[in-house]
């Protein structure tokens, strides 16, 4: 199983889950145009997509969403309160759509996916847990972790999660006070702080890769997230590596992280 990350961040969210003939998207929160070209860095097409998983409507996950269903009618994969509001944003996709029931697993292609509850400003977010010839999780956009995230995560061979922002800079930073209240909420966005907790104990329970994911470009470098969640994997053998905003980052799983240019 290989993960190849497109985008993370608030400016577009993107990634191909890649096992065997299966290959499956993450969120489409970059252009059409974007999509095609990194699948193309990662010598694959539109062709090969079996699915799109979409973590929750925020345009930074599903921009490029309606384009996809337009040009390539592939299937969106979602759960129930997810997949009415895509329905509702974009009539269009209605026939496209497969309603994925949080806590069970389905299969995609020959990957066993499973939703798991993400706590964020929306009436629903999901992470993903996917399982095939190796193990991989996603959790971002959420303000706290529960035990089903960490139920989600834990035992997971790679994880990318959410280290948004350091709390110094958004506190003293520029955004108006009511923003930045509502990212330092439970259904906000995690700190570097708190990821750092969360990649301490994934370490622990056997994940061989952290990727940190949902950078702030405002309140956070990845200098400081990789400085903050090292720190605390002092004496892990767990790698770590930061998401790009935009680019490819290969991530086979057991082997070392590749940056494609």
Not at 81 to 109: F, H, N, Q, Y
């Amino acid at each position: 199983m290989k993960v190849y990350v497109f985008a993370s961040g608030s400016s577009g969210n993107c990634l191909l889950l890649s096992s065997g003939d299966t290959n499956i998207l993450i969120d489409a929160g970059i252009s059409m145009r974007r999509i095609e070209a990194s699948l193309a860095q990662a010598g694959r097409t539109m062709r090969d997509i079996g699915g799109v998983l979409i973590t929750h409507e925020h345009s930074d996950h599903i921009s490029g969403l309606k384009m996809l269903v337009k040009h390539h009618r592939v299937p969106v994969y979602a759960p129930r309160t997810v997949a009415a509001r895509l329905r509702g944003m974009l009539p269009e996709i209605d026939g496209c759509l497969r309603v994925i029931p949080v806590g069970e697993s389905v299969l995609v292609g020959r990957l066993f996916v499973r939703a798991f509850h993400t706590p964020h400003d929306t009436d629903e977010s999901v992470g993903y847990r996917v399982e095939g010839d190796g193990v991989f999780a996603l959790a971002t956009d959420m303000g706290c972790v529960t035990e089903e995230i960490l139920s989600g995560l834990r035992g997971a061979h790679t994880v990318l999660i959410e280290a948004n922002h350091d709390e110094e800079m958004l506190r003293y930073g520029r955004y108006p006070v009511y923003l930045k209240r509502r990212i330092l909420s439970e259904h906000g966005h995690l700190s570097n702080d708190d990821c750092a907790l969360l990649a301490q104990t994934l370490a622990a329970s056997g994940t061989e890769r952290i990727i940190l994911g949902h950078l702030s470009r405002e309140n956070n470098t990845p200098l400081r997230a990789l400085d903050t969640v090292s720190r605390a994997l002092e004496g892990c053998a767990a790698e770590l590596c930061c998401a790009p905003v935009s680019g490819c980052l290969e991530v086979p799983v057991g082997e070392s992280a590749l940056c494609l240019r």
